[in-house]
């Protein structure tokens, strides 16, 4: 057999590989890990004053999504009003956060989802909020992160018209 016949033969096979994986990943209702690191970050807020746990147990009775952290929240990160940072999702997993009906699924898995804890309409992040989402972000950067709100990509209040001013003041 030649060289070049070979190599199709093997991509072929781990083509088949992978999508047995997924298969089985799916059966076990466990997110699907992504090959690549994703490319964008999108910001949201949660629209009201639900902690992780609430939003954790909610997220689980709708899709029941398992992360390999064991979560069952769709986003990546969740920042409460204490500033706290819980991890959810491992960065290059998909999350279940930004759905554009034009590319269903593009957002979920190119991008990192964070959310803060509140209704961001109607009130102010707090300051431990913001310090951890500007580390965060700063992070994100980083590693050439594109940061979009959730508004920019879909029409939708979120994150906010608080976090919005101040996202813009500080990252635009
Ligand atoms: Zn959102």
Known sequence: MDKQKLIKQLQLQIQILL???????????????NLH???????????G????????????NKWGYKSSLGYYIGYHR???????????RRDNEEG???VDIRRPHFWNRNAVGTCLQGNFEKEKPTTFQLDTFKRVLDED??????LKMHY???PTLCPG????????????
Do not use: C, M
């Not at 999508?19 to 209702?29: A, D, E, G, H």
């Not at 690191?37 to 629209?47: F, I, T």
């Not at 969740?78 to 959810?88: K, M, P, T």
């Not at 950067?141 to 594109?146: A, L, Q, T």
């Open 141 to 146: 950067r980083k590693k050439g992160r594109i």
């Open 161 to 172: 018209k608080y976090l919005k001013e101040w996202f813009l003041k500080n990252y635009r």
């Open 49 to 60: 004053d639900w902690d992780f746990d609430q939003v954790n147990r909610h997220h689980k």
């Open 19 to 33: 999508i047995q994986i997924k298969i089985l990943l799916l059966k076990k209702k466990l997110t699907i890990p």
């Open 37 to 47: 690191q994703p490319r964008y970050s999108v910001l949201h807020h949660g629209a």
């Open 78 to 88: 969740w920042i409460s009003y204490g500033g706290r940072l819980y991890i959810a």
């Open 96 to 98: 279940a956060h930004t």
């Open 152 to 154: 920019e990509i879909i």
